[in-house]
């Protein structure tokens, strides 16, 4: 606190702030103010009326010293924009915003100062003999070209001190102060940035955001303690030094810098969790007393009991469509899968487990149902062709028969059905006396179905077999009811597997005219059939289309099938009727038959030599004993075949008019009845659910293979639906490695997964080729 | 789908779908993480073939015709396994390979949503972008009018009151005769709207009502939070911090009875009881949790069977005109706190709120009104009742504002206001638009959901499936593997950090208005609007 350089007029020069009774403007006073300054004037005493501003900006005066005492009641301001080498001094108390922006000026006030002492001051100093008011030390600045702006104060600070001061020293003494419990005031130093504040006496709190309290170092101490001396000596209180030097009754406050202002000083959330929450509520928090289920935080992708998904290897979990389809319920996919794997022989005599005509009836009788639904049809690629391995079915050879357990069965009718039904039984160790109305067996195989359409010599084989399996074959037994009745007095169980003999004729008038085509057929088959040129068959189904081929063999030129509606008839039955040149008429109805042909009911004729009459066939029901049922000319039986009469199944078109396979099917699943019910077990579904289509992956094939070349190649595109063909995708794809194939043994494996591994992402059932992975969900939690 | 097999009226291509999987080849690495974490099961690893054929130059050999397969991400179309558009594959993904991306044109998918007849149901986003309250501007900034004050620095107590609050005389004549005077809570102008345990996540649940006890007893701030119509924990009602509740009773009254058992028990009172009539968004439909999200937990604070539904009827069963149902159920429920909660309707926003709020006037024990506007919203509902039911928020305060004023009783019936505040992130703007429009408090659910937990959706139909509980973030989701996904921790901390910035952010609003001990209650001169219809409607500044 030097004082500045004492030069120019020594001599008072005293402005008055009143002209007369006027009260001189602020503007005016300033004015004569400068002016004074201007002529040389140092030392002023200024006589204040509440002028604004006085003492400020006296910067005319150089770096000479001017002094202003100030009497009366000085304005708001005063010093403001004070400048270096000015010394101001008041000699009672001060409005509002004393030192307001100064910039050097030193400014001694005898008494309290309003508010907004000290505001932006950024220079000199402001010596306050008394309390301040609200908002002191406020905005302060310290420009580093200069040493800090001062605020010393007697007394008190009023409330909100020191708000976003960013530099300078404010002291405040605490003596006689306004408020002496907290000399501070309320809320002090909020958005302090920079600076210190010595303060003496207790405080009510400060921004702890902005603000902390530091130890007083020496030098801040011994530059208090000198400074204290001179500001005390300049307020005129001298005698109060002695008790202002307690070092322990000071405290000194600095802003926080910004990273100390960056953390709150709040609790932790995990802290809060811990000590308060969890504290009060218990452990596990808000619920742990309904449940102990782990809450903890996991991540998105987790292995094990935490995946939602998880991969199953459901290998022949399901059935493929082609065997599925199949109404003998051949595995036919598995024949495909013995192939690839090499064991043709074992491919081969599989069928025989299902049917004793896999050569004749899946080698060229049957319309495959199972090529039907091959999947590889979905993406309109070539079915698998069954009836290349169905044709090698011919070398297959029988497997050893079990002993025979005395359970005996008699089968009455030696067609497919009722020889499926035995053969099976004797499979399973039950003996199977078949009892035949005709000189052979085979049925329809043997007297209806044309030779064009399947080698002689494939049934030959096929019923060779038959006959080293099923021994016991009665021919030529016409049986009347009491013996059916005795028969099954006789035998544990009776089959009637008699087929439909009678053919259906129109009721027209001529229809003696007529041939029915079974008769046509079985004459055809012995040789014996004769026909004219002309050859009419009513009734466009396949049997009519084999009576046209066989016709044609006979020497009919001109073949003309008619039908009532769009002709039923499909397949190998319908392309060779074509071949052999026949034309299909639909819809018409025939009203008469004549010695010329036929009249149609709108009256046209036409002529023909020979007509047959294809409409159907019904069963010969004469022998039913009492107690079996019939409804509409066939056998009643439930979903098992069985009869009303529950030691009575009935099987084939006496059943029912259907396919070769249905009724091979149809005598196998009647043999597992009758099996589970002599073995005491529970029946066993007959067949497995078919898999989902959509599971099995056909863009592993190439879709332009429409014919194969022998069974390998079928073998190798088989899609091997449901079933795992090992073709270890599924462990290449997994992309944590999770997927492992195990050896089971023998040729036995499975491929498993490893939960602590797999993410349950679902790659190994969108790759599998077979559909044999599944990604099921896991199993609830809570 | 194999192009062969036949079709079906919602047989749709990837084009048809309203999200389309945008999956990148090159980078993709096959880790199986996007199909692993998709909450629908929309994508799934394909098996492509791929023909490079080879035609040779100058026909010396035969053209090569090579095939061969490879993997990918494929997309279902499927309306069933439809991708919802949440991005958690992208979220999961090492190499941004794949992301989900909103159809070019309105999608086909929204007709085929309706499979057996069901009408499509989703979670609780009205997908309406824009909201009026973000074109309301505060156009009186009195610097020297008022003394303005500094956001920053100044002293603020946000603060408003719940409860009625009797005029001055009658006040003190009770006070003389010593009558009763009703409860008022002074509590933080921002409550986090019902949300029920059930409809929310435990882990969700419980990091909201932590973050709010956080918010209470380490910051000061009298944040209150609605518990929706799912019942409180049993150690929750017993707790100290049941003073930060407000407890909902709703159509289905589920949880009454365990609140009730707990009643003798409790340390402290809740803060109020609000009797839910209507949620603003899907108004006229009730709640619905599916018994799939009703497991023990649920069941047990519910106290009802687990796995079973449990359906909110829209309406009270036993209330049948508004003068019984105010009186009958504010009634009851002040009994059960001996008259010292205060209680209060909710209902959603409707053309007929002023018929609820007039009589709420007349009856002494009403503590408030709280009305919930069609925007926002957080419940699972029908489509058709999100999407063309419900009325505006805006109008409908402002109405029930300025009849009170007409009454003179501006001062002692508090309103609050809901529905789409901040549902463009907007919240502290919103919020102070609504009580200068004449909300006493502010309810908001949906912020809470999208700033406290990270909730996927947006206004674009992004997710959206927080009805059937696989919400990938696991904010509505019952099954822990699903939410222990959401960090209880997390939720607080987030719960905090959005009531100190929306904190900071209305002192910003109303510092400028001079106001920091008073909220700007009905100070519509503070208000601009630029459409004059608007401001006309609103009885506010129209502003160019």
């Known amino acids: 606190m030097d004082d500045p350089k004492q030069s120019g007029s020594k001599a008072v020069h005293v402005i008055s702030g009143k002209r007369g009774d006027e009260r001189v403007r602020s503007r005016i006073l300033e004015e004569e103010v400068q002016e004074a300054v201007a002529q040389g004037h140092r030392r002023l005493q200024i006589e204040a009326y509440g002028q604004h501003g006085i003492g400020g900006r006296l910067w005319r005066a150089g770096r000479e010293a001017v002094s202003i005492r100030i009497t009366g009641h000085p304005g708001q301001r005063v010093g403001s924009m004070g400048f270096p080498h000015t010394a101001i001094e008041v000699l009672g108390p001060v409005s509002d915003d004393v030192g307001w922006l100064n910039a050097g000026a030193e400014i001694v006030v005898h008494g309290n100062a309003g508010n907004g002492a000290a505001n932006a001051m950024s220079q000199g100093r402001i010596l306050v003999g008394g309390n301040i008011g609200a908002r002191g030390m406020t905005m302060t600045k310290h420009n580093p070209r200069f040493s800090a702006p001062e605020l010393w104060v007697l007394g008190s600070a009023g409330d909100y001190f020191g708000e976003f001061m960013a530099g300078g020293i404010a002291v405040i003494c ?31 709190g400060f921004s702890q955001a902005d603000a902390r309290l530091a130890p007083i170092g020496e030098a801040d101490w011994d530059w208090l303690l000198a400074h204290l001396k001179i500001f005390l000596k300049k307020i005129g209180r001298s005698e109060l030094w002695r008790v202002f030097a307690e070092r322990e009754h000071w405290q000194l406050l600095v802003a926080r810098k910004p990273n100390e202002k960056a953390g709150r000083a709040t609790r932790s959330i995990a802290a809060f969790h811990r000590e308060v929450w969890d504290a009060d509520l218990g452990p596990g928090g808000l619920i742990g007393d309904l449940t102990r289920i782990d809450r903890s935080a996991i991540p998105l992708i987790v292995t094990g009991s935490l995946r939602r998904f998880v991969p199953v290897w459901e290998n022949q979990k399901y059935a493929a469509p082609c065997e599925a389809s199949c109404p003998t319920g051949i595995p036919v996919q598995r024949r495909w899968q013995l192939i690839r794997e090499g064991r043709v022989d074992e491919a081969v005599d599989l069928a025989l487990a299902y049917t004793p005509f896999p050569a004749a009836v899946c080698g060229y009788l049957c319309p495959n149902l199972c090529m039907q639904s091959c999947t590889r049809g979905t993406a309109a690629m070539a079915p698998v062709d069954t009836t290349r391995i169905g044709q090698a079915s011919i070398r297959a050879k029988l497997p050893e028969l079990p002993p025979l357990s005395g359970r005996r069965t008699a089968v009455i ?43 002689r010599e494939v049934i030959e084989i096929e019923l060779g077999r038959v006959k080293e399996v099923v021994p016991h074959v009665y021919l030529q037994q016409p049986l009347a009811r009491e013996d059916v009745s005795r028969l099954r007095e006789d035998f544990d169980f ?36 004769a026909c004219g040129k002309r050859v009419v068959v009513i009734g466009a189904g396949n049997v009519g289309c084999d009576a046209a081929t066989e016709a044609r063999r006979f020497g009919a030129e001109d073949i003309l099938l008619l039908d009532v509606q769009q002709p039923a008839s499909f397949g190998r039955e319908r392309q060779a009727a074509e071949a052999a040149g026949a034309r299909f008429r639909w819809p018409v109805v025939t009203r008469e038959i004549t010695a010329a042909g036929l009249t149609l009911a709108d009256g046209e004729d036409i002529a023909a030599d020979t007509i047959i009459v294809s409409i159907g066939d019904v069963p010969d029901l004469s022998f039913l004993p009492e107690g079996v049922a019939a409804e509409r000319g066939f056998v009643k039986v439930d979903a098992d075949h069985r009869t009303s009469d529950p030691k009575v199944f009935a099987i084939g078109d006496v059943v029912r008019p259907g396919l070769l396979t249905e009724a091979i099917g149809a005598g196998r699943r009647v043999a597992q009845s009758i099996c589970d019910e002599s073995d005491g077990r529970t029946p066993a579904p007959f067949r497995r659910q078919m898999i989902e289509k959509r599971r099995v992956t056909l863009e592993y094939f190439d879709p332009r293979i429409t014919v194969f070349s022998d069974v390998h190649q079928c073998g190798s595109q088989c899609l091997s639906c449901g079933a795992c063909r090992d073709c270890g995708v599924c462990v290449a794809i997994c992309p944590p490695g999770a997927i492992r194939r195990n050896e089971l043994g023998g040729k036995n494996y499975e491929y ?3 939960e602590n591994l797999c993410i349950g992402c679902g790659f190994c059932a969108g790759a599998c080729p077979c559909g044999v992975w599944n990604l099921e969900e896991n199993y609830p939690l809570e | 789908m194999q192009p062969e097999r036949p079709i079906s009226p919602s047989s749709l291509s990837v084009k048809d779908l309203r999200w389309q999987i945008l999956w990148d080849k090159e980078t993709c690495t096959l880790c199986g993480k996007c199909t692993a974490v998709c909450p629908v099961n929309a994508i799934e690893l394909g098996v492509f073939r791929k023909r490079l054929i080879e035609p040779p130059v100058g026909f010396l050999e035969p053209p090569g015709n090579i095939t061969k397969s490879y993997y990918g991400v494929r997309q279902k179309t499927d309306p069933a396994y439809a991708c919802v558009g949440c991005a958690m594959c992208n979220m999961v993904c090492p190499n941004n390979a794949i992301a989900p991306m909103r159809a070019d044109e309105v999608d086909k998918l929204r007709f085929h949503l309706d499979r057996g007849g069901q009408p499509r149901r989703r979670g609780g986003r009205r997908n309406v972008p824009g909201v009026l309250l973000d074109r309301l501007k505060f156009i009186r900034i009195s610097m020297l009018t008022d003394p303005a004050l ?68 380490e910051l000061g701030m009298p944040v209150r939070m609605s518990t929706g119509e799912g019942g409180c924990p049993p150690r929750l009602l017993r707790s100290r911090f049941l003073k930060y509740v407000i407890l909902q009773i709703a159509s289905g009254y589920f949880g009454w009875d365990e609140i009730l058992h707990a009643i003798p028990e409790m340390k402290e009172d809740p803060c109020a009881i609000e009797i839910k009539y209507g949620q603003g968004a899907k108004p006229g439909d009730g709640g619905l949790l599916m018994w799939y999200k009703v497991n023990r937990l649920i069941a047990a604070i519910r106290g009802v069977p687990a796995g079973v539904s449990l359906p909110s009827p829209p309406t009270h069963q036993t209330q049948y005109s508004i003068e019984e149902s105010v009186a009958k159920m504010i009634q009851s429920m002040s009994m059960a706190w001996g008259f010292r909660v205060p209680v209060y309707p909710k209902i959603s926003g409707t053309s007929t709120a002023l018929a609820v709020l007039n009589n709420l006037t007349r009856n002494p024990y009403a503590a408030g009104l709280a009305i919930d506007g069609e925007d926002g919203g957080t419940g699972a509902a029908y489509n058709v009742s999100m999407n063309h039911m419900g009325h505006p928020i805006a ?20 309103l609050f206001a809901g529905g789409g505040v901040g549902k463009t992130g907007n919240l502290a703007a919103n919020a102070a638009a609504l009580i200068m429009l004449g909300a006493s408090g502010i309810q908001t659910g949906k912020y809470i959901m999208q700033a406290a937990a990270g909730c996927l959706g947006s206004e674009s139909d992004r997710c959206n499936i927080c009805n059937i509980g696989l919400c990938p973030k696991g904010i509505t989701a019952q099954d822990p593997r699903l939410y222990r996904r959401l960090n209880v921790d997390d939720v607080a901390q987030r719960v905090v950090d959005v009531f100190l910035s929306f904190d900071t952010e209305l002192k910003k609003i109303v510092a400028p208005l001079g106001r920091s001990t008073s909220l700007p209650i009905g100070m519509s001169d503070a208000l601009g609007v630029d459409d004059y219809r608007t401001a006309e409607r609103l009885s506010i500044k129209y502003v160019v």
């Not at chain 2, 409908?396 to 001062?411: E, P, S």
Request: with cysteine; proline share 8%.
């Open chain 2, 395 to 414: 109008s409908n305060i402002r109405d029930a504002y300025l009849t009170l004023v007409k009454l003179g009783m501006q001062n002692q019936l508090p």
């Open chain 1, 752 to 754: 498993a997964v490893n």
């Open chain 1, 174 to 204: 605490g003596h006689e102060a306004q408020t002496p419990e907290n000399v501070l005031g309320h809320r002090p130093l909020v958005g302090m940035v920079g600076g210190q504040v010595f303060f003496r006496g207790p405080h009510g």
């Open chain 2, 150 to 217: 500094d956001a920053g620095r100044h002293e603020f107590e946000l603060r408003t009151l719940l409860g009625r609050v009797l005029p001055p005389e009658e006040n003190l004549q009770h006070i003389r005769e010593h009558g009763w005077i009703p409860p008022v809570r002074e509590i933080y102008p921002l409550v986090i709207g019902g949300m029920s345990f059930g409809a929310l996540s435990p882990n969700m649940w419980e990091g909201l009502q932590m973050g709010v006890a956080y918010l209470n007893e």
């Open chain 1, 494 to 529: 009776v089959v009637i597997a008699t087929g439909a003999q009678k053919p259906r004729m129109l009721p027209i008038p001529g229809i003696e005219r007529a041939v029915a085509a079974l008769d046509f057929l079985e004459a055809a088959k012995a040789g014996t059939a």
């Open chain 1, 413 to 455: 009718g030696g067609g497919p059905a009722g020889l499926s039904v035995a053969w099976q039984l004797r499979l399973c160790g039950h003996e199977a006396v078949v009892y035949e109305l005709a000189g052979r067996l085979g049925g329809k195989f043997t007297r209806v179905i044309p030779e064009s359409r399947i080698p």
